[in-house]
């Protein structure tokens, strides 16, 4: 069974996540999740695998709501994500376009104006080249 463990103190490591989730039975792994923009600090979160779901169930029981490192730690079993669906991310907004839009950047000054709109309603100016 796959645990996210969340809420976690920052200073803690792989290891003091794995020793957290030990007691209650064998862990296949234990990983906190680190922000690679940011010099690997951890994001407070992470993901503990047991083989034995009775034993995970335990664990979880055991150490949600618990403190820990002077937080209280959020402990539950992970949903995987849906198939087909990635992760996150940023998804750029079109602008122009849609509903009552328009096109935006005009190099020849043929077709209509556009550009950005904020409510996404109505016409709007635009850039042309010449």
């Given at each position: 069974?796959?645990?996210y463990?969340g809420?976690?103190?920052?200073?803690?490591t792989n290891?003091?996540?794995?020793?957290?989730?030990?007691p209650?039975?064998e862990?296949?792994?234990?990983k906190?999740?680190?922000d690679?923009?940011n010099?690997?600090?951890?994001?407070?979160f992470?993901?503990?695998?047991?083989?034995?779901d009775?034993?995970?169930?335990?664990?979880?029981a055991?150490?949600?709501?618990?403190?820990?490192?002077?937080r209280k730690?959020?402990?539950?079993?992970s949903?995987?994500?849906?198939?087909?669906?990635?992760g996150?991310?940023?998804?750029?907004k079109?602008?122009?376009?849609?509903s009552?839009g328009?096109?935006?950047?005009n190099?020849n000054?043929?077709g209509?104006g556009?550009g950005?709109?904020r409510?996404?309603?109505?016409?709007?100016?635009?850039?042309?080249?010449?």
């Open positions: 069974m796959n645990i463990v809420n976690l103190n920052w200073s803690l290891d003091d996540l794995e020793n957290l989730f030990s209650y039975g862990v296949a792994s234990a906190i999740v680190t690679k923009f010099n690997n600090r951890s994001k407070g992470g993901f503990v695998e047991m083989a034995n009775d034993e995970a169930k335990a664990a979880i055991a150490l949600n709501d618990q403190e820990m490192g002077g730690l959020v402990v539950n079993e949903n995987p994500r849906p198939a087909g669906e990635g996150g991310g940023y998804k750029k079109p602008y122009g376009g849609g009552g328009g096109g935006g950047f190099r000054r043929e209509g556009g950005y709109n409510n996404r309603e109505g016409g709007g100016g635009g850039y042309n080249r010449y």
